[in-house]
C-alpha cells in the first residue's frame, strides 16, 4: 500500500533547535503579554517583510477583526467571496456590510474594472484578497481609496514574504493580515500579524490586543485579548530561520508539477504575474466543468491523494449567511469556486509524489476522452 499524501504538512524546525529556543522560558518565566521572544520576532519579521510597523496576534482572524476595530470602520465594506470565511466572518462580526464584487479570471484576486460603481455614502473601506499569494491591483484599488477616502486592509494571510517589483507585500494599502497558521508557509503554530502604515497606530493596536491597557491604572479602549503568547513566537523564530530554504523547496516541487501537467488538455494552471517573486503557497487547477473537478476530487481519494476544493462554496453561499447574498452576482467566483481544486504543496513532498498527483490526473483525461 502506497501511503497517502496529504494536501498539507507543516514545517517543523529541528526539535532540539525549538527545545533550546524555549529553555529561556523556564528561566524567565515570562510566557506571554510581550515576552522577550515575542518582541524578537516583531523586530525578525520587519526585517524579513521590509516593513516599518507590524503587530504579532495570537492568529490572523483576530488580528483582521482588530484592524477593522481600529480603524471604526461603519457601514459597508468592499470585498470578494472567493475567499476563506475568515475575510468575511470578520467584515460581518464587526457589524459591516460586505458588499461583493466580483473576481478576475485569470488570477482570482478582485476585479477592478467596475470597482468605483460599488462605491457608496456609506462605504468606508475595501477588503481585498492576495488569493494564493497572486497580488491584487494594488494600484487600481489605493487610487480609488484615495480618491473616496476609504481605507484599504489586505487580507494577505497567503502571501507572506511575496514582492512585486522589489516592493514587500507588507507595504500595501493601509494595513495587511498575515496568517502565521499552521498550514500556511510560515508559522508560528496559531498566529498572525498586522502590518501598517501609519506607526502612530501602533500603541493603539498593542493596546486592543491586550485589553486597551494603556497603562498600570488606565484603560483607555475596550479592548480583547489576542496577544500571541512566547511559545508561538519561538516557533516563529524557529521558521524564520528556515523559511527560505522551505520556499525554495517550494519552488522545486511547483516547477514539477508545471513540468508535469503542462500541455494536458482541460486543466488550466496557475501562474505567477509578471514583477512577482512568489512564495509557492498553493497549486491551484482549474478545471472544465464542476462536474470533471467533482470526479477528480474523488478519484484521488480514492487513490489516497488529499486534494482540497479551496475556496468552495464562496463565503456568500455559507449556510451561516442564510442566502442573504447573491452568489449569481459574482458570476466568475462563483463558476471559479466550482471548477478549482488546490493540490498537494510542500517542502517535503516528493517528486516521487508529484508524479503520481500528476498520472491520476493524466488517466482520468484519457479515461474522459
Ligand atoms: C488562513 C487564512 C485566514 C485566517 O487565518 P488564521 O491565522 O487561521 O486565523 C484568513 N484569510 C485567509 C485567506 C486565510 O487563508
Aim: glycine share 6%; proline share 4%.
Amino acid at each position: 500500500m502506497t501511503k497517502p499524501i496529504q494536501i498539507t504538512s507543516s514545517s517543523m524546525p529541528d526539535f532540539n533547535e525549538y527545545i533550546k529556543e524555549i529553555k529561556d522560558l523556564w528561566e524567565s518565566k515570562w510566557l506571554t503579554n510581550q515576552g522577550e521572544k515575542h518582541n524578537q520576532l516583531e523586530k525578525r519579521l520587519t526585517d524579513y517583510l521590509d516593513t516599518k510597523n507590524i503587530a504579532l496576534f495570537s492568529n490572523g482572524h483576530l488580528a483582521l477583526e482588530y484592524i477593522i476595530e481600529t480603524f471604526q470602520l461603519s457601514g459597508e465594506v468592499i470585498t470578494t467571496p472567493f475567499t476563506f470565511a475568515s475575510t468575511t466572518h470578520a467584515i460581518v462580526r464587526k457589524g459591516l456590510t460586505p458588499i461583493f464584487t466580483d473576481i478576475n479570471p485569470d488570477d482570482y484576486t478582485m476585479q477592478t474594472d467596475n470597482l468605483e460603481s460599488l462605491i457608496t455614502e456609506k462605504t468606508s473601506a475595501i477588503i481585498p484578497v492576495h488569493v494564493y499569494g497572486n497580488i491584487c491591483n494594488v494600484k487600481k484599488i489605493e487610487q480609488l481609496a484615495k480618491k473616496y477616502n476609504l481605507k484599504v486592509i489586505y487580507d494577505a494571510a497567503h502571501a507572506f514574504g511575496i514582492t512585486l517589483n522589489g516592493e514587500s507585500v507588507a507595504n500595501f494599502g493601509d494595513a495587511s493580515m498575515f496568517s502565521f497558521h499552521a498550514t500556511k508557509v510560515f508559522h508560528t503554530i496559531e498566529g498572525g500579524a498586522l502590518t501598517f502604515k501609519d506607526s502612530n497606530l501602533k500603541n493603539r493596536i498593542d493596546s486592543y490586543k491586550n485589553f486597551g491597557i494603556t497603562g498600570p491604572e488606565s484603560v483607555e479602549f475596550i479592548g480583547g485579548n489576542a496577544k500571541m503568547n512566547e511559545f508561538q513566537a519561538a516557533m516563529g523564530l524557529c521558521n524564520i530561520r528556515n523559511v527560505d530554504r522551505e520556499i525554495e523547496k517550494r519552488k522545486l516541487v511547483y516547477a514539477r508539477y508545471i513540468e508535469k501537467l503542462s500541455g494536458i488538455a482541460g486543466i488550466r494552471l496557475p501562474y505567477i504575474s509578471k514583477g512577482v517573486v512568489s512564495n509557492y503557497a498553493y497549486f491551484p487547477i482549474l478545471f472544465n466543468s464542476f462536474k470533471i473537478r467533482e470526479e477528480m476530487y474523488q478519484e484521488f481519494l480514492e487513490q489516497g491523494i488529499n486534494t482540497r476544493k479551496y475556496f468552495y462554496p464562496l463565503t456568500s453561499q455559507l449556510e451561516c449567511y442564510q442566502s442573504q447574498f447573491t452568489p449569481n452576482h459574482t458570476p466568475v467566483a462563483l463558476q471559479v469556486s466550482q471548477q478549482i481544486l488546490t493540490l498537494p504543496l510542500y517542502a517535503d513532498l516528493s517528486f516521487e509524489q508529484v508524479d503520481r498527483i500528476c498520472n491520476v490526473i493524466e488517466g482520468i483525461k484519457v479515461k474522459g476522452s
